[in-house]
Structure formats: structure tokens, C-alpha cells
């Protein structure tokens, strides 16, 4: 049983920086497909990005490109969501996801591909 757990979630003023991060335990995190979501309130959860098992590759929502980069340290058990000007759209509690061990979704941006949650972390930005 993979467990995720989020941190660094907080009250950040608009156009300022914040990192994210999500730690795993109970599997091989080089062998888990990571992805980030995010749920505003009364909403559904929304795609942020996702990273691949090595993290070569990335991809991420419209609405967050050139913004938002998602690493991963397989060694640490960690991946991170550097947050770059930030807007006051972007409040929301975030959430890191996994897929299945092995598992490579073909549709990486539905959140039905992803077996694993942690949390959620609230970011809160102020204009």
C-alpha cells in the first residue's frame, strides 16, 4: 500500500513562490507514475501536471505551463511542484497522486488513472 503525504502548502501573496512536496512510502516510488491535482471549492479535482517513473518527462495543464515544474528524487522518495507566480487563481488544496506500480496511464490527466492520494495541502493566495 503506497501512502502519500503532501507539505509546504500556505498563505502566499500573489506573483510569490511556493514549493510543494509529497512524500511516498509502502512501494518502489521509481516504479510509480506521479501526478499533481488540484480542487477548489465546491469543484471537482483539476489536473496540474504529471511526471514519468525516471523524470525525463512532464506534462502539464495549459493553465499552469511555464509557471509550475514538477520534479521527483526517486532516491528521496519525493517528488516536489515548484510554484512560480503565483495568482490568486491558483488557491486550491493540491494533491499528489500514484498510479499503479509499473502502470503508465494513457490518460495521465484523469484523476480515475490514479490509485494512490495523499492529504491535499492548502495554498492560499492573497492579491
Known amino acids: 500500500q503506497v501512502r502519500l503525504v503532501e507539505s509546504g502548502g500556505g498563505l502566499v501573496q500573489a506573483g510569490a513562490s511556493l514549493r510543494l512536496s509529497c512524500a511516498a512510502s509502502?512501494?518502489?516510488?521509481?516504479?510509480?507514475?506521479m501526478g499533481w491535482f488540484r480542487q477548489f471549492p465546491g469543484k471537482e479535482r483539476e489536473f496540474v501536471g504529471a511526471?514519468?517513473?525516471?523524470?525525463?518527462?512532464?506534462r502539464y495543464a495549459d493553465l499552469v505551463k511555464g509557471r509550475f515544474t514538477i520534479s521527483r528524487y526517486n532516491a528521496e522518495n519525493t517528488t516536489n511542484l515548484q510554484m512560480n507566480s503565483l495568482r490568486t487563481e491558483d488557491t486550491a488544496v493540491y494533491f499528489c497522486a500514484a498510479a499503479s506500480e509499473y502502470y503508465y496511464p494513457p490518460n495521465n490527466g484523469s484523476e480515475q488513472e490514479y490509485n494512490y492520494w495523499g492529504q491535499g495541502t492548502r495554498v492560499t493566495n492573497s492579491p
Open positions: 509502502g512501494g518502489t516510488f521509481s516504479n510509480l507514475f
Open positions: 511526471i514519468k517513473f525516471g523524470g525525463g518527462w512532464q
